[in-house]
C-alpha cells in the first residue's frame, strides 16, 4: 500500500491542501503550527479505528467542532480525500476483499483506491469509494472503510511520547517492546504454552493437596483452588533490547535518550516489515509508518546522517 495524496477542505489549520507524497520515503517539514500533526491526525483515523486505551476509543475519528478550520466563519463541512495505490502481490487480501464488495476484480496488479469523506454537523462521516474506476454504493464504501481501520495498518512513532512497557526485574526498572510474529510462530509459542500449563496445573495440584491438609485441621474447614495464568505464554511477547560497544554489553534504557531513540525508531520499521513478510497471502496489507520526530530531538548534524539511514532501511525492507 502506498499513499499518494490527501486533498482538505476546511480540515483544522489545512483549510485547503493538495499534499502529495513521494513513493518511498517522504518527509514533511515546517514551521510550529503548520499543520504537520494535522497530516499526522489524518492519517491516523483513517488507519485506526480505536485508540490504545478504552477512554481513547473517539481520539481517532472525525469530530466537526473539533476537526473544522475554526477560524472560518461558515460552518463549512469538512471534506478529506485519500489517495491509495494497492499491490495485488503486497496487498492480496485488502485487493481481494475489495473484489468482493463491488462484484469485479481490478484489471492490473496495481489497483487505484480513492476515499473521501465528508464530515457536516450531524457528525456522521459520510464515505465514498473509488476502486479502479468502480465506484461502490454506500454500503461496500463503509465494508471498505471499516475494513481498513480494522487492520491496524499505521505504525505511528512519536519520539516524545513513551511506547513501551515497564517491568521491574532484579529491583531495576526495564523497558519493553512488542514482538511481531506470524501466526505460525504465535501457533508454536501457543503448543510451547500448553505445555508450559500442564506443568503449573501439577505444581498446583502439589501444592493444593499439601496446602487442603494443613487447613482441614483447622475447626472450620476450607478447600483451595489454584488456577494458572491462561493461556501461559502466548500471543503477548515482550522482548528487552541490550546493545553492545567496544565489549559492553548495556539495556537500551541506560544508553542515551538518541540512542534510545534512534533505536525505537528501527524497531518500528522492524516490527512493520514483520508483517509485511510473513503475513500469508490471504492476510497480506502493507502497512504505513509515520516518524514524528521534532526538529530539536536530532543535532543538525545527525540530521541528514540518520536520515540517509532511515531512508536506506526503510528502502530494504520495502516500506
Request: proline letters at 4%; charged letters at 30%.
Amino acid at each position: 500500500m502506498r499513499l499518494l495524496s490527501i486533498k482538505t477542505e476546511n480540515f483544522r489549520t489545512l483549510e485547503h491542501l493538495d499534499l502529495t507524497f513521494s513513493k518511498d520515503y517522504c518527509t514533511i517539514s515546517g514551521r510550529n503550527n503548520a499543520g504537520k500533526s494535522s497530516v499526522i491526525r489524518l492519517l491516523s483515523i483513517l488507519f485506526r479505528m480505536h485508540g490504545p486505551f478504552p477512554w481513547t476509543s473517539d481520539e481517532y475519528r472525525f469530530s466537526f467542532e473539533d476537526d473544522r478550520t475554526q477560524w472560518a466563519k461558515e460552518k463549512l463541512p469538512i471534506k478529506v480525500t485519500f489517495q491509495i495505490e494497492l499491490s495485488r502481490e503486497a496487498d492480496s487480501a485488502l485487493i481481494s476483499f475489495i473484489e468482493k464488495m463491488v462484484g469485479l476484480k481490478a484489471k492490473n496488479e496495481v489497483v487505484a483506491l480513492d476515499l473521501r469523506y465528508t464530515i457536516s454537523e450531524d457528525d456522521i462521516p459520510k464515505v465514498a469509494v473509488t476502486f479502479d474506476g468502480n465506484i461502490p454504493d454506500e454500503k461496500s464504501a463503509k465494508e471498505i472503510d471499516k475494513k481498513i481501520k480494522d487492520s491496524n495498518l499505521l505504525f505511528l512513532y512519536n519520539s516524545t511520547i513513551r511506547h513501551d512497557d515497564i517491568f521491574y526485574g532484579s529491583g531495576r526498572r526495564r523497558m519493553f517492546y512488542d514482538f511481531i510474529m506470524s501466526e505460525h510462530e504465535k501457533k508454536q509459542l501457543e503448543d510451547a504454552g500448553k505445555s508450559v500449563e500442564r506443568r503449573l496445573r501439577q505444581l498446583a495440584k502439589q501444592h493444593k493437596e499439601g496446602l487442603n491438609t494443613m487447613l482441614g485441621k483447622l475447626s472450620e474447614r476450607f478447600d483451595v483452588e489454584f488456577t494458572p495464568p491462561d493461556k501461559f505464554g502466548t500471543r503477548h511477547m515482550p522482548v528487552g533490547i541490550n546493545l553492545k560497544d567496544k565489549h559492553v554489553e548495556v539495556p537500551l534504557d541506560d544508553w542515551g535518550s538518541g540512542t534510545q531513540n534512534r533505536t525505537q525508531i528501527m524497531m518500528v520499521i522492524l516490527r512493520a516489515n514483520r508483517i509485511r513478510t510473513t503475513a500469508l497471502l490471504d492476510d497480506k496489507i502493507t502497512p504505513i509508518i509515520v516518524i514524528e520526530e521534532p526538529e530539536s530531538f536530532l543535532h543538525p548534524s545527525a540530521q541528514s546522517e540518520f536520515g540517509r539511514v532511515l531512508r536506506a532501511f526503510s528502502q530494504e525492507c520495502g516500506i
